[in-house]
């Protein structure tokens, strides 16, 4: 068993994620990243944070909170707004 990862590390992570992408990621984007990472957390990580409308509330709550994050907390609003009525 391993231990869960930090919620902030969990979040920085996929923060650096976004910005390289240039929107929010998709499930087979967190997959390719962490091939591409052994650091970054495994999609499962995810999953305790419900589903990705409620992963970018939390991460644009978190960027809120911390100056220069305002691209971040963007993109995760446009998430947020996708979601199916």
């Known amino acids: 068993m ?3 990862y930090d919620e ?3 979040f ?3 923060i650096e994620l976004i910005r ?3 929107r929010f990621p998709a499930i087979s984007d967190l997959l390719m990243a962490r091939r591409r990472d052994s650091e970054f957390p495994s999609e499962k990580t995810f999953r ?4 990705k409308e409620q992963l ?7 960027c809120r909170e911390k100056p220069g994050h ?3 907390v963007g993109w995760c609003a446009e998430r947020v707004s996708a979601r199916p009525k």
Do not use: M, N
């Open 2 to 4: 391993q231990a869960a």
């Open 8 to 10: 902030s590390l969990v």
């Open 12 to 14: 920085d992570k996929t």
């Open 20 to 22: 390289k992408l240039g």
């Open 48 to 51: 305790r944070f419900g589903s």
């Open 56 to 62: 970018a509330a939390r991460i644009a709550e978190y």
């Open 70 to 72: 305002d691209d971040v």
